[in-house]
């Protein structure tokens, strides 16, 4: 049932691609809390995903832009305010790439050149969001900026691979990024640790549904769905979280606080 709990506010949703995105639901629960955003996936997501229905289905604009480029970066946030009709209240990034772990390279034998654009596309574009977002001054005071990060960046992993070290990366950007956004605005920034979720990109991960299985059974509350995840992020994005930032935060069933299971023992 609707709370209305983010009436009034707007946003970019970066990253959703299909019915399975966590990006993708919550862009459909903020639209029931009475948010107004606008959606943005990579040019060439645009070709392969659905991201226009869902703008359809959100009575929005999806507006391609690679956050790896800050050009593009600019445009997106410049066409987002005057399409919502002024500055922002809310950023959610779910965006995550590795060609190593595409390729099913092992993390002893990653390809640095593939390192590299791991890196510049799952973690240092969250600083190239903000930096784009602190230099137009375009989200409002108190306002919040979420990553989906995993415990993976704490813990081995070992068919994560170099994922690992994007998420130790993109959390160290939320925290440093989030003392000077939270001095100067009192913006809050913030990643959510999630349980390993069947999205188009998880899934992709080597092993995916070992790692799921092993996380339902150690977990005493199972793994957090994409749903409840979406629900998690509009808490972070509402007013009921003013005083939360430069936090990794644990949205796993439970997972991250366990040494073992007697389930798993079994």
């Not at 970066?14 to 919550?26: H, N, P, Q």
């Not at 593009?72 to 950023?91: I, Y």
């Not at 034998?109 to 590299?116: A, N, S």
């Amino acid at each position: 049932m609707s709370k209305r709990l983010l009436e009034g506010k707007k946003g970019i949703i970066f990253g959703a691609l299909d019915e399975r995105s966590i990006a993708w639901k919550v862009a459909v629960r903020a639209m029931e809390e009475g948010a107004t955003f606008t959606l943005t996936n990579a040019p060439v997501a645009f070709r392969f995903g659905n991201i226009k229905q869902l703008a359809e289905q959100c009575n929005t604009i999806a507006i391609p832009a690679d956050a790896t480029k800050m050009d593009d970066l600019q445009a997106l946030f410049e066409q987002s305010m005057a399409h919502l009709g002024g500055k922002l209240d809310f950023v959610l990034h779910s965006i995550g790439m590795s060609p190593n772990v595409r390729k099913k390279k092992a993390y002893t034998e990653v390809k640095y050149e593939w390192l590299d654009k791991t890196i510049d596309v799952s973690a240092v574009s969250f600083h190239k969001v903000m930096r784009t977002a602190y230099d137009m001054d375009a989200i409002n005071d108190r306002g919040s900026v979420l990553a989906l990060s995993y415990i993976a960046a704490q813990r081995v992993f070992p068919g994560y691979g170099d994922m690992a070290d994007a998420k130790a990366m993109l959390e160290s950007i939320a925290r440093n990024f989030g003392y000077f956004y939270g001095k100067r605005n009192q913006v809050r920034v913030n990643t959510i640790s999630q349980s390993p979720t069947a999205t188009t990109a998880g899934s992709g991960i080597d092993g995916f549904q070992d790692f799921f299985d092993y996380a339902e059974k150690m977990s005493p509350l199972g793994n957090a769905s994409a749903d409840d995840c979406a629900n998690y992020c509009l808490f972070l994005f509402s007013d009921w979280s003013r005083a939360i930032t430069m936090q990794n935060l644990y949205h796993d069933g439970g997972f991250s606080c366990m040494g073992m299971s007697p389930d798993l023992m079994a």
